[in-house]
Structures are given as structure tokens and as C-alpha cells.
């Protein structure tokens, strides 16, 4: 997505080859208008492909899952990120490995909400390793429901998460795909 | 407004005298159609206040806070929940008690997104003693911005917390106020 490129080209900050910072518009502050339109284009990559859920991540997913439901015209259902083990037996869980954080979080959501006949798009802000997906995709099974897809927003393909998920016969559609970052060389976006 | 009030009555569960569970189309499930009702209703409340960014606090304030700032075509900002010490000196910091987890947060947002200029609209899913929302009152008025009011879905009024901010000058507007909560007699509003 060309716009999302050159947004991330004006206001994402590379920190370091691992961090890029878009809380201008995506994770911290959130450009509505903006969204709107990454809705449009997940709608239009997945159009007639039967989806009626949203699923998600706390927290930064909630926002980009929400304005993409409404172009579907479909409910949100955001998994729940829990560090206890004192979790009830009517949820699905997944165990997700936290990279930036150095541990492992139980994610969850209840089984109420995903159901054997649902079709689920997946949309989160960023995929690196895949490890958020993965558990994603792991609670979307569990339920015995389909995954159609999933959709991102930043892509770091150099970090492999993408294309693992792919050779499993996932599609992943990611809006921009970052092909390298440097601090002082800048970012440079995958060729179609 | 009345729509909240029945799919409360239709959809919540009272666990307790406490607890109302509405993750069905609120904080865990999204009725996205519904959500954007409520930022409707919060527009026209808070129609031609000069509002110019809405602030609300992850995780289940943001769907809220997106659909509502679509109505007002203005930016999210999301206070984030830390519990770390180890904070930048780039952000505004409050201290949030939870009664729910008898523990205190921090809550931060990013100096860069909260500005002496701004009418700061403050979205949130509950209100019960307030805690929060203080907490978040505090960050804008540590930024020299204006706290236009709050817009919240759903008040225990029999708590307090409403009220006492009402008594410091904000307004608060509430789409549905509980005046009583009980697990065999059900839940009453507060009539207007």
C-alpha cells in the first residue's frame, strides 16, 4: 500500500535494526482517518471471502481490527493477554514468546466468542517472528473455526515470521513490507 | 440512552455486586455496529466543544475511543498501562489504583501527543470509583490541555467515582448509570 509506505517513510522512526516507532499514527497516537483506509484495503484483499469475525490482540490491534469490522460489517473479538494461571476452563489459550519483553504470555479468549462454523480474519499492527500470530491462529484452530487469513499492517519480512506462516499455507497479507532497517540507512520496503 | 440500557439488561451478566460482565459487545467481543452508536450519542453531547483529540487508556477503552473520534474526525490517544519504573522522561505519568487487581499502575502517554493547545474528550468503557479516569484527567492537565469532559458507556453510579469528579467542575456524561447491581434482583438505572 503505497500511502502506508510513504506515511512510514514520513513519520516511523528506526530506533535500531529491530525498532520502529509509528506511535504518530498506528500504536500510541491513531490517525482514525487514516485506519480507515488500511480497512478499506483489507477489505478489498479479502472481499467475498466469507469472513464474519474480527480477531485481535490487545492492545494496539483493537483499533485497526475495529475500523476494518466495519467494512465487513462484522464483530471484533480481541484476545486477552494474561500473566496468571488462574485462568477458567471456558477459554482458549495459546502460549506467545515476547521477543521485546523476554518472557511468555498466556493469550486468551473465551470460547463463547469463536465458534467451530466462524470464518476469521486475523489483523494485527506488526509481524516479525510471527510469534503473536501463531497464537492467534493457534486459538482460531482450537475452536475448530477457519482462519482465512490474516492481515498486517508493517510487515518485517527480514525477520522471517511472514513467510514461515506462509509455507504453512496461512495467508498473510501485509499492507507494507519491510525488506531492511538501519538507523542511518533508513528503511527499505519489499518489491512487489 | 435507552438502546444501552436494554442490551445491558438483554446481554450483561451481574456476577456480583460488583462485577457487570459485558464482553459480549463491549470489552472482549465488539459489536462494531453498535460501538458506533455510542460515538454518535457522545458526538451529539459534546457537538461544537471545540474538541480536537480524544484520549482513552488500552485496552478496552480504544474500539470505543476509534469509533467515537471517527464522529468528531480527530485522533486517538491511548494512555498506556506500565508497570515498570523504568520510564523515559518523555511522557506524562499518573498513578492509577486498581481495586479490581489491588495494585497501582502507572498509566503514561507520550509528551509528543498531548499538547497545551488540545480539548481533550476522555472515552472510557467504565466508570465505578473513578480511579482511571483521574488517572487520566491528570495526564492532560500535566500537558496545559483542556479536559473538555468525559464520555463514558456505562457508570456504577452507586460508587462514587461519577460523581466526585461532577464535583470537582468535569463533566461527565454517561450513556448508562447503574444505581444498583445484585445477582437475583438484576440491575437498576439511575432514572434521569
Given at each position: 500500500m503505497?500511502?502506508l509506505e510513504?506515511r512510514i517513510?514520513?513519520?516511523g522512526?528506526c ?6 516507532k509509528?506511535d504518530?499514527f498506528?500504536?500510541h497516537?491513531?490517525?482514525v482517518?487514516?485506519?480507515?483506509k488500511i480497512g ?6 479479502y472481499?467475498?471471502?466469507g ?9 494496539s490491534?483493537?483499533?485497526i481490527?475495529?475500523l476494518?469490522?466495519?467494512q465487513?460489517n ?5 484476545a486477552?493477554k494474561s ?7 471456558d477459554?482458549?489459550t495459546?502460549?506467545v ?9 498466556t493469550?486468551l479468549?473465551s470460547?463463547?466468542?469463536l ?6 480474519l486475523i ?6 517472528k510471527?510469534?503473536?500470530l ?6 482460531v484452530?482450537s475452536?475448530g ?21 506462509r509455507?504453512?499455507g ?9 525488506a ?11 518489491k512487489?
Open positions: 503505497k500511502e510513504e517513510l514520513k513519520d522512526k530506533l535500531s535494526a529491530d525498532i520502529l509509528v504518530s498506528l500504536n497516537q491513531i490517525d482517518a487514516f485506519l480507515e478499506q484495503e483489507f477489505e478489498r484483499l472481499h467475498g471471502c469472513v464474519n469475525k474480527i480477531l485481535t490482540i490487545e492492545a490491534g483493537i483499533g481490527a475495529c476494518t469490522a466495519q465487513f462484522v464483530p471484533v473479538v480481541f486477552k500473566k496468571t494461571t488462574n485462568i477458567s476452563n477459554v482458549y495459546a502460549q514468546a515476547s521477543y521485546t519483553h523476554g518472557n511468555v504470555n493469550i479468549v470460547k463463547q466468542y465458534n467451530s462454523g466462524d470464518r476469521v489483523i494485527d499492527d506488526f509481524l516479525a510471527g510469534c503473536a501463531e497464537g492467534l491462529v493457534s486459538l484452530q475452536a473455526a477457519t482462519v482465512v487469513g490474516a492481515g498486517i499492517v508493517i510487515e518485517k519480512a527480514y525477520q522471517g515470521g511472514g513467510d514461515a506462516l509455507n504453512r496461512i495467508r498473510v497479507e501485509s499492507l507494507a513490507r519491510i531492511s532497517m538501519d538507523v542511518s540507512k533508513g528503511i527499505t520496503f519489499v512487489d
